[in-house]
Nanobody, 123 residues
């Protein structure tokens, strides 16, 4: 599976961005998809997940209520709608895909990763 992330950019605090991650090479429906982010000098951290099947969603407490994850299985794409952005949201955002539907907030064990897209929020 190849994952291609896009949609990052520079935005002012309070603004919005929508990230996309498109998969190719394997049945998208069989995968759980997640977004992680990594700021300079920090470890990669969980942002949000949407599980395969029923599509349960999960969010880090720092983004809950501001970010929304969704998936379009027909387009093999997962989205992350980011509203009310804050400077502390600045990071490289990575999409990951895994065949399990539990333990999605853990970075280890992911089968596939996208290349990352930079999000910069100015104050």
């Amino acid at each position: 599976v190849q994952l291609q992330a896009s949609g990052g950019g520079l935005v002012q605090a309070g603004g919005s961005l929508r990230l996309s991650c498109t998969a190719s090479g394997r049945s998208f429906r069989s995968l759980s998809l997640s977004w992680f982010r990594q700021a300079p000098g920090k470890e990669r951290e969980f942002v949000s997940s949407i599980a395969r099947g029923v599509g349960h969603t999960y969010y880090a407490s720092s983004v809950k209520g501001r970010f929304t994850i969704s998936r379009d299985n027909d387009k093999s794409t997962v989205y992350l709608q980011m509203n009310s952005l804050k400077p502390e949201d600045t990071a490289i955002y990575y999409c990951g895909a895994v065949s399990r539907s539990t333990g999605l907030a853990v970075t280890t064990g992911y089968d596939y990763w996208g290349q990352g897209t930079q999000v910069t929020v100015s104050s």
